[in-house]
């Protein structure tokens, strides 16, 4: 359906053994720490991350740490940030990264993205991005006695709308021994954003450091607690451990916490679980068409074309491919990726003029086919919507985004029962596809099916808030 935004943030891997003769009290404890909060792809700054980057530092500091921080990292500058940190570790030493900023789930393994990453295609993200999996494992392979990662990444991002083969979240990490993974949200999730200049993940994480006599697993759970507690339960940290020994990130400190005092935290909030794919079947006949009376009228494409691309002009990533676009008006892949952001901006009739000639320079173009008709949904030209939807699963069968798309077409269209087909065709090749998701528990409330639609809008809500102002902002509701 739609080329969508999604944002990661939060990386720290933190460790301290507890032993007296250990490499705490040796003062072998390595940190670094990236807050990375210009993306020129990104509408605005993220708010976050360089705050809660020099907090995290500060305290970090204050508990031992060698820290080298780095705010607004391109590629180049996160790769020699990591190798310094890899240069610093020795046998048995405690290494914690925290990273603030963007990041993206591709192939099962979550990805921290530099502030430069020209991110197109799901390939592109393991070209640019930096895998925690492999991270984690460099800082293994160098003799780190204890990794720790926490991971405040569960943000929209600018690059989920240019494709959407991958799940929006983090995925769970394969790690060595010895480590402690936490993740701000569940897996698979995204969060809102607060708004705030500091998030609630860091603020709960650094109070709980700050209490003596914790075990550094035992600070996880209670920052997991917080953050749960605070959010209502709409945001659950997901935590995982493979840790053999003791630590405590005050160093110092050994005694664990008493059974009674353990016993009085509660159990952490799960995430709700999704029901399993739905069955997919042939698609159904085609449904005769809606009465007027059933289909919502179209909204109105209000963007005045000359006034949007003057105000988008300065945009970087626009200008830069009008820009050549003025060296080669025949470039189709200019074409098509400045049609993503003009997308992605709402600036739909410029988007599909884009698409329009892309397809011109390449008549089996999919993907441009999928997002022209997406674009040409969300602005109500149904019936065009739907040629180039058939037209995308023509050339790729069981293509899940023109699925979603199409889903998106039948329901806007008042075709509940093909819109059902479409989506749960799509859950079957992704079943976290929260478009879908979404889109099929309102097609079920309107064919009747109320306790099915509710259970689905639940869960789709529950992995990513924003989808009810996403899907109203499509004219749907």
């Given at each position: ?50 705050n809660d980057a020099r907090d995290v530092a500060d305290e970090l500091k204050r508990d031992g740490f060698n820290v080298d921080i780095g705010e607004n990292l391109t590629g180049d500058g996160m790769r020699r940030a990591f190798d ?307 037209e995308a699963l023509r050339l790729r069968p069981n293509f899940v985004d023109a699925l979603d798309s199409r889903g998106l077409v039948n329901l806007k269209s008042g075709m509940t029962k093909n819109a059902i087909s479409d989506f ?54």
């Amino acid at each position: 359906m739609r080329i969508r935004l999604a944002l990661l943030a939060t990386l720290i891997f933190a460790v301290t053994p507890i032993v007296p003769s250990g490499a705490a009290d040796r003062g072998d404890r390595f940190a670094l720490v990236i807050g990375n909060a210009k993306y020129p792809d990104a509408e605005a700054p993220l708010k976050e991350p360089i705050n809660d980057a020099r907090d995290v530092a500060d305290e970090l500091k204050r508990d031992g740490f060698n820290v080298d921080i780095g705010e607004n990292l391109t590629g180049d500058g996160m790769r020699r940030a990591f190798d310094r940190l890899y240069g610093r570790i020795k046998p048995g030493s405690v290494a914690l990264i925290f990273f603030s900023g963007f990041g993206v789930q591709s192939s099962r393994q979550s990805y921290m993205i530099p502030v430069d990453a020209q991110i197109w295609t799901e390939p592109d993200v393991r070209r640019d991005g930096f895998s925690l999996e492999t991270v984690l494992g460099e800082i293994n392979n160098r003799g780190a006695g204890v990794k720790i990662a926490l991971i405040d990444a569960s943000r929209r991002n600018p690059f989920e709308r240019r494709f959407r083969s991958f799940s929006a979240g983090l995925a769970p990490v394969i790690a060595p021994n010895g480590t402690l993974v936490m993740y701000s949200a569940a897996l698979s999730s995204v969060v809102s954003d607060s708004g705030s200049d500091r998030s609630m993940f860091v603020q709960e994480l650094l109070k709980e450091i700050r209490v003596p006599d914790l075990m550094a697993e035992e600070t996880l759970n209670r920052t997991r607690v917080g953050v749960t507690r605070a959010s209502r339960s709409e945001q659950v940290p997901w935590i995982s451990s493979s840790l053999a020994e003791d630590f405590s990130f005050i160093p110092g400190t050994g005694a664990r916490p008493s059974g009674a005092a353990v016993a009085t935290l509660p159990r952490p909030v799960d995430p709700p679980q999704l029901p399993p794919p739905p069955r997919y079947d042939p698609p159904p006949r085609v449904e005769p068409a809606p009465r007027v009376e059933d289909v919502s009228p179209p909204p109105v494409d209000r963007n005045n074309d000359s006034t949007t691309q003057l105000a988008l002009a300065d945009d970087p990533t626009i200008k830069s491919l009008t820009a050549k676009l003025a060296d080669n008006p025949d470039d189709q892949s200019a074409l098509y990726r400045r049609g993503q952001v003009y997308a992605s901006k709402g600036a739909y009739s410029l988007a599909i003029r884009d698409f329009d000639d892309s397809i011109r320079l390449n008549p089996k173009d999919v993907e441009a086919f999928n997002n022209r008709c997406w674009a040409r949904t969300v602005i109500g030209d149904l019936q065009a919507a739907l040629r180039d939807c058939n037209e995308a699963l023509r050339l790729r069968p069981n293509f899940v985004d023109a699925l979603d798309s199409r889903g998106l077409v039948n329901l806007k269209s008042g075709m509940t029962k093909n819109a059902i087909s479409d989506f749960d065709a799509a859950l079957r090749i992704n079943p976290r596809l929260t478009s879908s998701l979404y889109g099929r528990g309102l097609a079920k409330r309107r064919n009747g099916q109320f306790s099915e639609g509710d259970l689905d809008i639940t869960n789709a809500k529950a992995m990513d808030p924003n989808i009810v102002k996403e899907f109203s902002d499509y004219g749907v509701r």
